[in-house]
Antibody
Framework: QVQLQQSGAELAKPGASVKMSCKAS????????MHWVKQRPGQGLEWIGY????????EYNQKFKDKATLTADKSSSTAYMQLSSLTSEDSAVYYC???????????WGQGTTLTVSS | DIVLTQSPATLSVTPGDSVSLSCRAS??????LHWYQQKSHESPRLLIK???QSISGIPSRFSGSGSGTDFTLSINSVETEDFGMYFC?????????FGGGTKLEIK
C-alpha cells in the first residue's frame, strides 16, 4: 500500500535551517511528483512547491522561493524539503503529498511539525 | 494567483442533515477542482477529484458538482464521522491554491 512517512517533529532557533524528509513506499517513486504543503495552527493550506523525482525538476510558489529547497533521492525513494532563515512564521505542520500529472494529492504524509523558537 | 473562496466558514448541522459547501474561483478553472476532508490532527484526505468524480473508498454520500468558477460539495445525510474541515484546491494553474476551508461542526 502507498505510504508517505515523514520525519519527526523539529524544534529550531530563529535564523537556523531545517531539513525534513518524506519516505515513499508502495509505488514507483519516480512516477509521481511530490508536493509540499504548509499549514499553520488553525489555518488553511498553502502550496509550497513540488519536485519531479525522476528529473529533479522543481517548481515553487513564488512566496516560498527563497525559503524552501526541494530535493529527492531516487535510491531511497525519499523527498526532502529544506527551510532556511527560519522565523516564527515558519512554525507550522508541513505535509508531503503524492500528486500525479492530474494535479490532486491522493496520498499524504502524516505531517512534520516545525516549531521555531529561541 | 487563483483565489478560491469557500462558504460558509462554519456550518453547524445535526447528524442526518444534508448539506452543501461552496467553493468559488476568482477565474474559470474548468473542472480542475478537488475536495479534501481534514479531521483534527490528521492529514487531508481526498474526497472528490475534478469537481465531480468519485474516489475509491469514499462513501457515496459525498458528491461534487460545478465547473468554471462555482463548485459545490454535497453531503447527503451527514454522519458524526463527517465533522471536520473541508478544503477545495485548484489544479488549473500555478501556483496551486486552496480555499480557506469550511468547518463542519455538530449543532
Amino acid at each position: 500500500q502507498v505510504q508517505l512517512q515523514q520525519s519527526g517533529a523539529e524544534l529550531a532557533k530563529p535564523g537556523a535551517s531545517v531539513k525534513m524528509s518524506c519516505k515513499a513506499s508502495g509505488y514507483t517513486f519516480t512516477s509521481y511528483w511530490m508536493h509540499w504543503v504548509k499549514q499553520r495552527p488553525g489555518q488553511g493550506l498553502e502550496w509550497i512547491g513540488y519536485i519531479n523525482p525522476s528529473t529533479g525538476y522543481t517548481e515553487y510558489n513564488q512566496k516560498f522561493k527563497d525559503k524552501a529547497t526541494l530535493t529527492a533521492d531516487k535510491s531511497s525513494s525519499t523527498a526532502y524539503m529544506q527551510l532556511s532563515s527560519l522565523t516564527s512564521e515558519d512554525s507550522a505542520v508541513y505535509y508531503c503529498a503524492r500528486v500525479g500529472s492530474s494535479g490532486y494529492g491522493d496520498y499524504w504524509g502524516q505531517g512534520t511539525t516545525l516549531t521555531v523558537s529561541s | 494567483d487563483i483565489v478560491l473562496t469557500q462558504s460558509p466558514a462554519t456550518l453547524s448541522v445535526t447528524p442526518g442533515d444534508s448539506v452543501s459547501l461552496s467553493c468559488r474561483a476568482s477565474q474559470s478553472i474548468s473542472n480542475n477542482l478537488h475536495w479534501y476532508q481534514q479531521k483534527s490532527h490528521e492529514s487531508p484526505r481526498l474526497l472528490i477529484k475534478y469537481a465531480s468524480q468519485s474516489i475509491s473508498g469514499i462513501p457515496s454520500r459525498f458528491s461534487g458538482s460545478g465547473s468554471g468558477t462555482d463548485f459545490t460539495l454535497s453531503i447527503n445525510s451527514v454522519e458524526t464521522e463527517d465533522f471536520g474541515m473541508y478544503f477545495c484546491q485548484q489544479s488549473n494553474s500555478w501556483p496551486r491554491t486552496f480555499g480557506g476551508g469550511t468547518k463542519l461542526e455538530i449543532k
